[in-house]
């Protein structure tokens, strides 16, 4: 079948220049002699337009010029029309592209969006709300809300405000449910991943597969500050996947499940896919299995 695409790409996201990746897109995409169209993303997520040209004219694949934030809604919307979708990644984490072996340098991941493979992808539910890759709640989501009202985006600015919050960071108390088993504990953060990183490779959940209907989740408890980062160096960085009971003596939790609920009653902040989102004091977290087809690196 002829492949088409559509090409979206986010005017505000990331740091690097549009025009010279229209010029990239434009250019490449000829010389395949592979027809397609270039349209900027929607800031209030309505791709009720991209869906009709989808359908009638024979779209095959989405590519989204953006970061997580993006890629989420783009996804969101248009999964139930079947095409694949690729990432050209141009936001701040890039946590998804990274996590399908997609390179951050454009012309790299272009040539992925024509020669990798299309394999379906794992989403998942948090209440009402869709995530590709990641949920955060606690401290990295602070610094998620933080960094939306920043002017100027990118790493730096993440990494700044990262340091700056780390050290006034406090604990919430959580309540989980999770494999048949409830706990309580005071913790940083509490990370629910897809993916195996929180972006630009800062590796959160090394044993996360992006297509194993499994979320693999982390739980930073409240220690000592100066041990908190060797702590998630350790344990975290080390995979130590372990069954919940097992783990409840470890400063950190990991363990894999389907299906978690959550209470929330100190309000912590919460991100999905690095956007931050309005508190919720419940929540209800469930695997998409096999949910869309995400264009990854070929894997030798």
């Not at 004219?57 to 996804?75: A, F, H, L």
């Not at 989740?217 to 998630?232: E, F, G, M, W």
């Not at 299906?259 to 956007?275: K, M, R, T, V, Y």
Request: aromatic share 8%; proline share 5%; hydrophobic share 40%.
């Amino acid at each position: 079948m002829q492949r088409k695409i559509i090409y979206l790409i986010n005017p505000i996201s990331g740091t690097k220049g549009k025009s010279s990746l229209k010029e990239l897109i434009d250019r490449e995409t000829n010389k395949r002699q592979i027809p397609f169209e270039i349209l900027p993303t929607s800031a209030d997520g309505n791709y009720d337009f991209v869906k009709q040209k989808i359908e009638t004219e024979q779209v095959t694949d989405v590519v989204i010029c953006g970061g997580d934030g993006t890629v989420n809604q783009v996804v969101k919307a248009l999964t139930v029309t079947d095409v694949q979708f690729g990432i050209i990644p141009m936001g701040s984490g890039n946590g998804l592209a990274l996590a399908a072996g997609i390179p951050k340098a454009s012309a790299k991941a272009l040539e992925i969006v024509f020669t990798g493979k299309a394999i379906l992808t794992d989403g998942f539910m948090v209440n009402e709300r869709f995530a590709c890759m990641l949920c955060g709640l606690g401290f990295d989501a602070q610094v998620a809300h933080q960094f939306a009202d920043q002017p100027k985006r990118g790493l730096g600015t993440y990494a700044s405000l990262t340091t700056r919050h780390f050290f006034s960071a406090k604990p919430y108390p959580f309540r989980v449910n999770a494999n048949k088993l409830e706990f309580a504990t005071e913790a940083f953060f509490l990370s629910i991943a897809n993916s195996n990183q929180f972006g630009n490779n800062f590796t959160i959940a090394p044993q996360a597969i992006l297509s194993d209907g499994l979320l693999d989740v982390v739980i930073v408890k409240k220690i000592a500050k100066p041990l908190l980062l060797l702590s998630v160096m350790r344990q975290v960085l080390a995979g130590r996947i372990r069954r919940i009971e097992n783990s409840m003596n470890s400063p950190v939790i990991y363990f894999q499940t389907e299906e978690l609920f959550i209470s929330n009653p100190a309000g912590a902040p919460i991100h999905i896919d690095g956007e931050p989102w309005e508190c919720q004091r419940q929540l209800h977290v469930k695997v998409l299995p096999r949910y869309f087809k995400l264009i990854h690196a070929n894997v030798p």
